[in-house]
């Protein structure tokens, strides 16, 4: 071999060692992102108290930081919260107008997205009533009107067409939780033809109930879906109790569905807090599940955890409910 054809295939064999050198010491690209539900605690609660949102927004914000999400659905986002958080989180998009009949008063249900990853080729607000696009509107005895924010959402990195929901439902009425549940699924995913629907929310309701039994009909529970164990707590809505420790996801998923999911009714059909305490599990645990993400069938969901993070240096939580997230790849 000639001393230029040798200097050639040692300069191709060097090349290829760099190479691989390079792909061992990055990640390949997987297609996947990370979504999030959060409900974040209306500004109008808790004045006077450590739990108010002027005394916890930061701690609240540098929280929402470190989970470091693509895509997040929030809940009880009054019009202050929502400015504070468009200047706090300037690399965000947020999609969605208030519960008002005005679409500028009431509570927000916003879709917050990552503008480097994602842009929006449509998005909609409507109502979870029998006349969804009337503003304000409310059906089936619910105590307040209640909405579902909708994005039509292109991955910059995937091509990917999906659409991200979230939604707060009733809190009271048992027909409005279920037909505003069923409302959302006609309305984003009516077929198999559909694009693929991630939808996040608080359900007022556990897995034992109508309107999760209406969803998973057709999506997917993602913390059953991981491909890993789900981490942190089984309970979503704290109260502002603290528990230490916290009962693990893990540890409620041993047990029958009926023990770990407590549904205890006051006569107005909210769910009886205080009667509920006298159930052990509940006792103990401090709180339900009612927080949840639903993935398309056949999602890759590679990692489900509840976050029950304290803010730094105190016993408090920066909202009363804690959030949930999970790494997906879509089919």
């Given at each position: 071999m000639s001393n230029a054809k040798i200097l050639c295939a040692a300069i191709a064999a060097l090349s290829a060692a760099s190479l691989q050198t390079s792909a061992k010491g990055k990640k390949s690209f997987d297609g996947s992102?990370?979504?999030?539900?959060?409900?974040?605690?209306?500004?109008?609660?808790?004045?006077?108290?450590?739990?108010?949102?002027?005394?916890?927004?930061?701690?609240?914000?540098?929280?929402?930081?470190?989970?470091?999400?693509?895509?997040?659905?929030?809940?009880?986002?009054?019009?202050?919260?929502?400015?504070?958080?468009?200047?706090?989180?300037?690399?965000y998009s947020f999609a969605g107008c208030a519960r008002g009949?005005?679409?500028?008063?009431?509570?927000?249900?916003?879709?917050?997205?990552?503008?480097?990853?994602?842009?929006?080729?449509?998005?909609?607000?409507?109502?979870?009533?029998?006349?969804?696009?009337?503003?304000?509107?409310?059906?089936?005895?619910?105590?307040?009107?209640?909405?579902?924010?909708s994005v039509l959402l292109v991955d910059k990195?995937?091509?990917?067409?999906?659409?991200?929901?979230?939604?707060?439902?009733?809190?009271?009425?048992?027909?409005?939780?279920?037909?505003?549940?069923?409302?959302?699924?006609?309305?984003?995913?009516?077929?198999?033809?559909?694009?693929?629907?991630?939808?996040?929310?608080?359900?007022?309701?556990?897995?034992?109930?109508?309107?999760?039994?209406?969803?998973?009909?057709?999506?997917?529970?993602?913390?059953?879906?991981?491909?890993?164990?789900?981490a942190g707590s089984w309970r979503t809505d704290n109260n502002w109790r603290i528990r230490e420790p916290e009962v693990p996801a893990t540890e409620a998923m041993a047990m029958p569905e009926v023990e770990r999911n407590v549904v205890i009714l006051h006569p107005n059909g909210r769910f009886d807090d205080d009667g509920a305490l006298a159930n052990p599990f509940f006792k103990r645990c401090g709180g339900r599940r009612i927080d949840f993400i639903y993935v398309p069938r056949n999602t890759r969901v590679l990692d489900y955890k509840t976050h029950n993070d304290m803010r730094p240096g105190k016993k408090l939580y920066p909202s009363d409910h804690f959030p949930v997230t999970a790494t997906v790849i879509l089919p």
């Open positions: 992102f990370r979504v999030g539900t959060y409900n974040i605690r209306c500004s109008s609660g808790d004045k006077g108290t450590q739990n108010a949102w002027k005394e916890r927004r930061e701690d609240f914000c540098a929280f929402v930081e470190k989970m470091n999400l693509d895509v997040i659905g929030l809940q009880e986002v009054c019009p202050d919260q929502l400015e504070y958080l468009k200047e706090r989180f300037p690399g009949k005005d679409r500028k008063s009431g509570e927000y249900s916003p879709v917050m997205y990552r503008k480097s990853r994602f842009a929006a080729e449509e998005a909609e607000t409507f109502w979870l009533s029998e006349t969804p696009d009337a503003p304000g509107s409310r059906s089936w005895k619910s105590a307040c009107p209640r909405i579902c924010t990195k995937t091509g990917k067409r999906f659409r991200f929901a979230n939604t707060h439902t009733d809190h009271v009425s048992l027909p409005a939780k279920a037909n505003g549940t069923r409302l959302i699924l006609d309305r984003l995913c009516p077929d198999e033809s559909s694009l693929p629907l991630i939808l996040t929310g608080d359900f007022n309701s556990g897995e034992r109930e109508e309107p999760a039994k209406i969803i998973t009909a057709r999506l997917d529970n993602a913390m059953y879906a991981s491909a890993t164990p789900p």
